[in-house]
Each structure stands twice: as structure tokens, then as C-alpha cells.
């Protein structure tokens, strides 16, 4: 069975700045695409970042210029850079493939104070 662990999350505050992981088992990133999703409190999940097998990114309008997310298919990994934080980032902060999606991990909770 595939699984998606993140970690990284933490609190900072504003201005800060934070890296994300998300490790997966063998064969899970492999010729797709993959994404940095976040649920902020009472809301829905949204995807904020994604990356095709190529390493060609696109960003949500309100993290572009903030954050960069990365992949490493020799070490089953994708990372999301997260600068010049904001307290509307706070949220919790999964991986996964922006299609065919797997089970969703337990997530990394992200923290920003003002």
C-alpha cells in the first residue's frame, strides 16, 4: 500500500519560513504529477502547488513568488519552500498526485502567527 508522510510543518511567525517534506512509498511519484495541498481551518482543501515528472511548476495566485516546491524521484520525495509566510497560510499541508490520487497522509500542521 502507497502512503504519503509530510513533515516539516511547525509554528513561525510572520515572515518566516518553512520547508516542507512528503515521502512516499516506492513507485508512488513515478511519471506523475505532483501537488502541496492545505486545509486551513474550517475550510475546504486546496491545491496551492504542483509540479509535473518534468519539473515544471505552477502555484496558486496567492503562494506564487512564496513558494517553491521541488521533487526528487531517486529519493521519492517532494518539497514545498515556504517564504515570507502569512497568517492566512496557516493550515494543515498534505502531499499528493493532483490526479489519481492515493490516501491522503496524515498531513503537517502549519502555523503562522501575526
Known amino acids: 500500500q502507497v502512503q504519503l508522510v509530510e513533515s516539516g510543518g511547525g509554528l513561525v511567525q510572520s515572515g518566516g519560513s518553512l520547508r516542507l517534506s512528503c515521502a512516499a512509498s516506492?513507485?508512488?511519484?513515478?511519471?506523475?504529477?505532483m501537488g502541496w495541498y492545505r486545509q486551513p481551518p474550517g475550510k475546504q482543501r486546496e491545491l496551492v502547488a504542483q509540479i509535473d515528472s518534468g519539473g515544471s511548476a505552477t502555484y496558486a495566485d496567492s503562494v506564487k513568488g512564496r513558494f517553491t516546491i521541488a521533487r526528487d524521484n531517486a529519493k521519492n520525495t517532494v518539497y514545498l519552500q515556504m517564504n515570507n509566510l502569512k497568517p492566512e497560510d496557516t493550515a494543515v499541508y498534505y502531499c499528493?498526485?493532483?490526479?489519481?490520487?492515493?490516501?491522503w497522509g496524515q498531513g503537517t500542521q502549519v502555523t503562522v502567527s501575526s
Open positions: 499528493n498526485r493532483v490526479r489519481f490520487l492515493l490516501s
Open positions: 516506492r513507485g508512488a511519484f513515478t511519471g506523475f504529477d
